[in-house]
């Protein structure tokens, strides 16, 4: 059985083949329209969504299939105090397959310990959101051809930015990619995300306060939303909630050809005075999420021409596990509330001893 955690989960060859079924989907859905008769999708939203979860539903509705699941916590057994393995234990028996977003990071990682059925990780705190850069990807495959020698400016909150860190990891599998971190400084980057994904890679990368001055470099353009519900002051979010703002003046010097992408909602972070501009793609890549959500669940369904690939498993790699030793001490990681949790860790750099909490990556610190 085949689950979504991180978008590493996924060969560079199987995107490819990704973005040429939904590519196909786009082209012909009819062809499409049964391939998931019978078939059910849970989605589990323990935290708002509009486009995620939406367009995983209009997915398998547009491929025959029928959806059930909650969009709010607070309707589910959670509110009673209710484990994530348990509801996912139950759950995986009513569906085929299972769209998880939770605002604890490695909870879906969790999930896929007990799930019956694939799981994909529709968004797990600040950590990853794989759909979200299928969706990216299927935008800039159709926008600029190919994935290769390309000029990434990433402007926002890079440090909360889940759909940062996965669209980050997925670039950096291709070939003369520049990454261009745009943020302020109490919002860049991770530094597990920077040393696994850029660094250790040799990609070159530029971390800059300045949109204006990178403008003129950048082949695509990816603003991200200030995640107020991952402060846990109120004040910091005020203090950096305008930091960037995308106005028209702004592009006067970028390329004619620039992909301007977001994943959406958008708050303050692009003037609507930009929607007109032909570089703005952020409405056309929410409608590919559609698409390519469809051909992920065949993939993972083991529907069509893939179906071999169904029977891998995407476990963790649990075989550098630790456990006595270590602490995770992140207060956004699933194991802070749910105390019966093994805490696993792998080695993440021998050479310097560091071990990594296997839910939510952050550094172990020692008992
Ligand atoms: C993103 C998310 O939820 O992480 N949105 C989305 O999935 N389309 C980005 C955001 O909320 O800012």
């Not at 709010?72 to 105090?81: H, I």
């Not at 400084?185 to 920077?194: A, D, G, I, S």
């Not at 950048?218 to 109120?234: A, G, N, S, V």
């Amino acid at each position: 059985m085949r689950s979504l955690i991180d978008i590493l989960d996924l060969s560079v060859e199987e995107i490819n083949d990704l973005c040429v079924v939904a590519s196909d989907i786009i082209a012909e859905p009819a062809k499409y329209a049964h391939k998931c008769d019978g078939r059910i999708l849970a989605t589990l939203f323990f935290e708002p969504s509009t486009r995620t979860r939406l367009s995983f539903e209009s997915a398998m509705l547009s491929l025959g299939g029928k959806v059930l699941g909650f969009s709010d916590a607070n309707s589910s057994s959670t509110a009673k105090g209710e484990s994530v393995s348990d509801t996912i234990e139950v759950v995986s028996g009513y569906c085929d397959i299972i769209a998880m977003r939770h605002p604890k990071e490695g909870a879906p990682l969790v999930a896929t310990r007990r799930s019956l059925v694939p799981l994909i990780n529709a968004g797990d705190g600040g950590h990853n959101h794989p759909t979200q850069t299928l969706t990216d990807l299927l935008t800039i495959y159709h926008k600029k051809g190919h994935f290769n020698d390309l000029t990434i400016g990433l402007c926002g909150d890079l440090k909360f930015g889940r759909t940062v860190h996965s669209l980050i990891n997925a670039m950096s599998r291709y070939t003369g990619i520049k990454f261009v971190l745009i943020s302020p400084e109490e919002l860049k980057l991770p530094q597990y995300v920077k040393d696994e994904a850029i660094i250790s890679k040799g990609i070159d990368f530029v971390e800059t306060t300045d949109l204006e001055a990178a403008m003129p470099e950048l082949d695509i353009l990816y603003m991200t939303r200030i995640q107020k519900e991952r402060f846990f002051h109120e004040e910091e979010y005020l203090r950096l909630k305008d930091s960037y703002i995308l106005t028209p003046e702004k592009l006067e010097t970028a390329k004619q050809d620039l992909c301007i992408l977001h994943p959406l909602p958008r708050v303050n972070e692009i003037s609507v005075a930009v929607d007109n501009d032909p570089r703005a793609c952020y409405f056309e890549q929410a409608r590919y999420g559609r698409f390519i959500r469809m051909a992920l669940i065949l993939k993972l369904l083991g529907i069509d021409a893939d179906a071999a690939d169904s029977t891998e498993a995407s476990e963790p790699d649990l075989s550098d596990v630790l456990t006595d030793t270590f602490f995770c001490k992140n207060p956004r990681c699933i194991t802070s509330v749910e105390q019966e949790l093994p805490h696993l860790f792998k080695l993440a750099d021998k050479e310097h001893h560091i071990y990594r909490c296997i839910y939510c990556e952050s550094e172990a610190e020692k008992q």
